[in-house]
């Protein structure tokens, strides 16, 4: 099987996923959406209202300014990957609970292995925070590439919906974050690492970063 028919098993997978209580109020798993092989993929908190009737993450208010900020970077949404950090819907909007993102965390990985972006832009300080494993919030956090899990390079910029709220500032910040990403994926990919010198001890196993930091 290839990635992309690994991806769809996963997909089908999640859409009959009961593993936490979000499966009991939710309407529609939003597992995500984009081109299966994407060099860039963005990841959001959680499924809102629309997306949860709709069943595709990023279709509301939000969404659309995520579309006119990827068009401004001559990209749209079949381009990229577009998914969550949790597939289900948590009721009221509220915070994913650390249980339900346990729960969820194998979608998250498997779409990270299988898509295996080069660039990853997490939109907002939820899943910032969660997957850069810190507690500095996103106003400092952004406008920086941060050398991420397994070679990615990843992008923290606002959530679009802060932008929304927060007005011109906030979009200013989001255009610059996006014209970053831009450059990142234009850049040419890393060079491959040195061969190992074949009469030297193995070096020690070097520690490799869990998914959430
Ligand atoms: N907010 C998110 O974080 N994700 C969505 O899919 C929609 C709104």
New binding site residues.
Partial sequence: MNAIERLAVLRAEALACTACRLAETRTQV?FGVGDPEADLMFI?????R??DLQGE????A??KLLTQLLSEIGLERSDVYIA?VVKCRPPGNRDPRPDEIDACKPFLRGQLELIDPRVVVT??N??TKLLLRTETGITRLRGHVYAWWRGKHLIPTY?P?AALRGGERVLAAMRDDFALVRQTLDAPPEPPPEPEPVHEPAPAEPRQLGLFG
Wanted: hydrophobic content about 45%.
């Fill in positions: 939003v959001g908190e959680a499924p809102g629309n997306e993450p990023f279709v509301g939000a969404g969550n939109l907002g939820f899943a959530h919906a």
